[in-house]
């Protein structure tokens, strides 16, 4: 390690700034957010320095910098003017001096950096490239910034307010520690990120008179999307990576399985279609023994859990345990694979609703009225509908759709390899048998389709 991050108090302290450019002006700016008591030191400073000077209360000295006394009580100096000897003499001279000092683009005359800043004041990221690359630490800083939520100020501010109060209740560190890794990681950082603060608080009096509470579990049911791992939430990725075990299904693509903690246990609790490597009920009982063994549980389900996702069986029992629990939707597979295909489901030239319907064989039905689906204006999409698809088609033309009402079936929908084969409900029978589609593939109906061949965009088109 090159440089030592560490963190400045400079409120109220004397910092010199010599330049009054553009560079200059950026730097002042900084300076002045963490509260310097700023002299800036040039023969001309940009109309917005001095601004930012007279609003802040600092000095500019319009001259040039005079050497070694200019430095006197600084307790930082940075310089930032165009002339390469102006900031040598400076470097050298607040060596000599002791003042740790920063030369703008010129790291080796520097006692110190400035790191890209991820403001959420109170809390602060900085980010380094030891002075190669500032460009490439920004680029890492947006990528920060994406991922931590304004939000997150607010909660630095809410674990300040209530630190001295952890402190006395638990002057043992470790369980302190656990203490303040529980609340921000789990319900009551979720309540502050939310803007729940009262409740939040609530339940911080609570952890903090019970101890018992402190060892208590909690299952996050989190929607993993239709495949591709960019369409998780932000959200999702947070829990995942608090988790310190992970249930996961068989559509959940291994890349966000692998987000999780490294040193998270991941129990595989796929279905194949009437195979369950663990039947319903002893996953909701493993995610009710897990949480009351105290520990963060994921639930990760493909798609949205609410959607043809049994995610409300699995919280039932642990609600009616009083564990606590959150539910995080995921993009579901009708709507996910129908971007990824192309088949806007509601463009308003074709359909005023859609509907999700259930497709899967009952013995060798699929059991529905079929008679609510005869409406032309509404898109119907059939999750678990590959092998009963023959039915389907020939029940919708039964019930009274035309046999040419176009028909596509999305297979691996959003996941490398997609494939989108289209046809009509009095087709679509031959074209799957011919081109034999793997699941997961979802089946959709109605004139929607037909958009498909202008608008599809990701992988390959259908010739
Ligand atoms: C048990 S349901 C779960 C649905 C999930 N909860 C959701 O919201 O997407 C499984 C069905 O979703 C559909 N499905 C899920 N992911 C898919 C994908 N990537 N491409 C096409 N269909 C998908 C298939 O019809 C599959 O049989």
């Known amino acids: 390690m090159e440089y030592l991050p560490v963190c400045l108090r400079l409120r109220g302290a004397p910092v010199l ?82 003042i740790p000092v920063n030369v703008v683009d010129s790291p080796e005359l520097c006692s110190f950096i400035f790191p890209a800043v991820i403001d959420r004041d109170p809390l602060l990221i900085a980010v380094s490239s030891s002075g190669r690359s500032p460009v490439l630490a920004r680029l890492v800083r947006r990528k920060i910034e994406a991922l931590i939520p304004a939000a997150y100020g607010g909660l630095a501010e809410f674990a300040g307010r209530w630190r001295d109060r952890v402190r006395d209740a638990l002057p043992e560190e470790g369980a302190r520690r656990l203490f303040w890794e529980q609340a921000v990681e789990g319900s009551i950082g979720e309540l502050v990120l939310a803007g729940r603060e009262t409740d939040a608080a609530g339940r911080m009096e609570q952890r903090l008179a019970d101890s018992t509470d402190l060892h208590r579990g909690e299952v996050y049911l989190l929607g993993a999307g239709p495949g591709d791992p960019d369409l998780l939430t932000f959200k999702a990725v947070r829990l995942l990576q608090s988790a310190d075990v992970v249930l996961y299904d068989r559509l959940v693509a291994p890349a966000i399985v692998d987000m999780a903690r490294r040193d998270a246990e991941r129990i595989y609790v796929g279905k194949a279609r009437a195979a369950h490597a663990v039947p319903q009920q002893d996953i909701n009982q493993l995610l009710l023994s897990l949480a009351q063994a105290g520990k963060r549980v994921v639930r990760l389900k493909g798609g949205d859990p609410f959607i043809f996702g049994r995610g409300g069986e699995e919280i039932a029992l642990l609600a009616s345990h009083g564990i606590p629990f959150q539910v995080v939707p995921g993009i579901t597979a009708a709507s996910g694979a129908a971007c990824y295909a192309g088949i806007p489901l509601t463009h308003r030239d074709h359909a005023q609703s859609v509907r999700f319907v259930a497709g899967y064989l009952k013995g060798d039905r699929v059991e529905h009225d079929w008679s609510q689906f005869t409406s032309e204006t509404e898109t119907l999409v059939f999750y678990m509908g590959l092998v009963g698809l023959p039915v389907i088609c020939r029940e919708l033309q039964a019930a009274g759709r035309p046999a040419d009402t176009p028909v596509a079936l999305i297979e691996r929908g959003t996941m490398e390899g997609q494939r989108v084969l289209t046809g009509t409900l009095a087709t679509m029978d031959d074209i799957v048998a011919r081109e034999k589609p793997r699941a997961p593939t979802l089946i959709i109906v109605g004139s929607v389709v037909t958009l498909h061949k202008d608008l599809a965009w990701f992988g390959a088109r259908e010739d």
């Open 17 to 98: 700034l010599v330049g009054g450019g553009t560079v200059a002006t950026r730097k002042a700016r900084l300076l002045l957010r963490a509260g310097a008591r700023l002299t800036v030191v040039a023969p001309e400073a940009s109309a917005e320095l001095q601004e930012l000077l007279q609003d802040a209360g600092g000095e500019w000295r319009a001259d040039a910098y005079a050497g070694p006394a200019d430095l006197a009580d600084q307790s930082l100096v940075v310089a930032a003017t165009p002339d390469a000897a102006t900031n040598r003499a400076v470097s050298e001279h607040a060596h000599v001096a002791g």
